[in-house]
């Protein structure tokens, strides 16, 4: 609607919902429905549907910014690296990836006990808004399962079928172990390569915060603290001919 009418950033100012203000009841909501779409170049539309994501409270004002720019004279804006806003922008997409990734590799399901259904449930706390935009990937890869994602910004329901968004949640909704954790904290710590341990790097891929979440984590510790005696054991164990390195 400000596209259509032409209305520069300079005389915009945005908020969420969350954060009314005692202009709202000047904007018509009609006016909105009846605004003709935006073409916008490919790279453009996939940035701004990574960027609405961001917690960052001016990622609206950026993003009018970036289309108000495009649909003015620079084109071929996103071409340049080096400006600005295409930067900052560029930042946010790259935390929300992040994010998305994170969730797709440390989210862990636990079958809920006492319940007639097959049912699984997992806790995850993301720092952006991306549950909406990470659905599919679940969906897909658990299609056959009967599940539910509960984070502090809403949740995912699957019945094999249809999928549902429901309300917050908070940690202790997602309480429980069931018995594949056992044996996947056997495998990881069969998996453990103390000669190779770098404690820096494996934080970076595997932050703290997400440790609650993972029932392998709890190993981590004690991993940790007994490699150096356990490659100790290794070398003392293996007959020195074995440990040359081939010519």
Same mark, same amino acid.
């Given at each position: &609607?400000?596209?259509?009418?032409?209305?520069?950033?300079?005389?915009?100012?945005?908020? &969420?919902?969350?954060?009314?203000?005692?202009?709202?009841?000047?904007?018509?909501?009609?006016?909105?429905?009846?605004?003709?779409?935006?073409?916008?170049?490919?790279?453009?539309?996939?940035?701004? +549907?990574?960027?609405?994501?961001?917690?960052?409270?001016?990622?609206?004002?950026?993003?009018? +910014?970036?289309?108000?720019?495009?649909?003015?004279?620079?084109?071929?804006?996103?071409?340049?690296?080096?400006?600005?806003?295409?930067?900052?922008?560029?930042?946010?997409?790259?935390?929300?990836?992040?994010?998305?990734?994170?969730?797709?590799?440390?989210?862990?399901?636990?079958?809920?006990?006492?319940?007639? =259904? =097959?049912?699984?449930?997992?806790?995850?706390?993301?720092?952006?808004?991306?549950? =909406?935009?990470?659905?599919?990937?679940?969906?897909?890869?658990?299609?056959?399962?009967?599940?539910?994602?509960?984070?502090?910004?809403?949740?995912?329901?699957?019945?094999?079928?249809?999928?549902?968004?429901?309300?917050?949640?908070?940690?202790?909704?997602?309480?429980?172990?069931?018995?594949?954790?056992?044996?996947?904290?056997?495998?990881?710590?069969?998996?453990?390569?103390?000669?190779?341990?770098? &404690?820096?790097?494996?934080?970076?891929?595997?932050?703290?915060?997400?440790?609650?979440?993972?029932?392998?984590?709890?190993?981590?510790?004690?991993?940790?603290?007994?490699?150096?005696?356990?490659?100790?054991?290794?070398?003392?164990? &293996?007959?020195?001919?074995?440990?040359?390195?081939?010519?």
């Amino acid at each position: &609607t400000l596209i259509a009418h032409d209305i520069p950033p300079s005389r915009v100012s945005w908020q &969420t919902a969350a954060s009314p203000t005692l202009f709202d009841a000047l904007f018509d909501v009609q006016v909105l429905a009846d605004a003709p779409p935006i073409a916008l170049p490919r790279a453009a539309a996939e940035l701004i +549907d990574l960027v609405v994501c961001h917690r960052d409270r001016e990622r609206y004002g950026l993003l009018y +910014d970036l289309v108000w720019r495009l649909r003015h004279g620079e084109p071929a804006l996103l071409d340049v690296p080096s400006d600005a806003l295409v930067h900052r922008l560029s930042m946010l997409a790259k935390a929300v990836r992040r994010d998305l990734h994170k969730m797709h590799a440390f989210l862990r399901f636990r079958r809920v006990p006492d319940v007639d =259904e =097959e049912r699984y449930v997992a806790w995850f706390e993301p720092q952006h808004f991306i549950l =909406e935009a990470t659905a599919q990937f679940f969906v897909d890869r658990f299609r056959s399962l009967v599940w539910s994602i509960l984070t502090p910004i809403g949740s995912l329901h699957w019945d094999g079928t249809a999928l549902q968004q429901g309300p917050a949640s908070a940690r202790g909704a997602a309480t429980g172990h069931d018995d594949f954790e056992a044996g996947w904290a056997t495998y990881f710590a069969s998996t453990f390569n103390p000669a190779r341990l770098n &404690t820096g790097l494996m934080q970076q891929h595997m932050p703290k915060r997400y440790w609650p979440n993972l029932p392998e984590a709890k190993l981590i510790p004690d991993l940790v603290r007994n490699a150096a005696s356990r490659v100790e054991g290794i070398m003392t164990n &293996t007959p020195l001919a074995s440990r040359k390195k081939d010519p």
